[in-house]
């Protein structure tokens, strides 16, 4: 495992709920990735922080959608009034070595029934 | 069309055989190329990266990038069945990674 915890692994919900995804680093990062894989396909970006602020969000990131990174350590995600289509699995991610090497945690795997 | 082209397999070894997968890219920003294992419910490992042309060694695997091609490899010596996951290529242009579909391989014993 990478130095990166999500919380929960898995999350079942049901159409029209909000649900909110944690992102911890064991380490300090200046930025942060997050990172969306639905079935059979890879993982699309979604926004990235350096430190606190969010300087990108992709077109993905629909307006039901926010991240936060409110210390510069941990991040969350959440969704609002949930969709079918919003079933996949998120993902953190870091750059632990290099500002090119982005390390990945286990993800939380959304399902909304 | 995606910036990023992986031809999903499936593909099945015979242990020890090699294994080669490839991908292509359109986006002629992308500087720095990634290869991920994935095994099912679990999120990418780094397994490979470079950013110029060439090859690069690290045990069993072998990561090629041709940008004039504008096309990557990587090949996997003497497979074992443990490397059966799904590979995914990446590609990275402004810190943001663009990743291949992934190509599942299965190395039968």
């Known amino acids: 495992d990478t130095g990166v915890s999500q919380d929960p692994r898995h999350k079942i919900t049901k159409r029209g709920q909000n649900v909110t995804f944690r992102c911890d680093p064991i380490s300090e990062h200046n930025r942060l990735y997050w990172y969306r894989q639905t079935l059979g396909q890879g993982p699309e970006f979604l926004t990235y922080?350096?430190?606190?602020?969010?300087?990108?969000k992709s077109r993905l990131l629909s307006d039901r959608f926010s991240a936060e990174r409110p210390k510069g350590s941990f991040s969350t995600l959440e969704i609002q009034r949930t969709e079918q289509g919003d079933s996949a699995m998120y993902l953190c991610?870091?750059?632990?070595?290099?500002?090119?090497?982005?390390?990945f945690g286990p993800g939380t795997r959304l399902t909304v029934t | 069309q995606k910036e990023v082209e992986q031809d999903p397999g499936p593909l099945s070894v015979p242990e020890g055989a090699i294994v080669s997968l490839n991908c292509t890219y359109s986006?002629?920003?992308?500087?720095?190329f990634m290869w991920y294992r994935q095994y099912s419910r679990k999120g990418p490992e780094l397994l490979m990266y470079?950013?110029?042309?060439g090859n690069k060694e690290d045990g069993r695997f072998t990561a090629q990038v041709d940008k004039s091609s504008k096309y990557i490899s990587l090949f996997i010596r003497d497979s074992q069945p443990s490397d059966s996951a799904t590979y995914l290529c990446a590609m990275m242009s402004d810190y943001k990674l663009s990743f291949g579909a992934g190509t599942t391989v299965t190395v039968r014993a």
């Open positions: 470079t950013y110029s042309s």
């Open positions: 986006n002629s920003a992308f500087q720095y």
């Open positions: 922080f350096q430190n606190e602020a969010q300087l990108e």
């Open positions: 991610a870091v750059p632990e070595q290099g500002p090119y090497e982005q390390y």
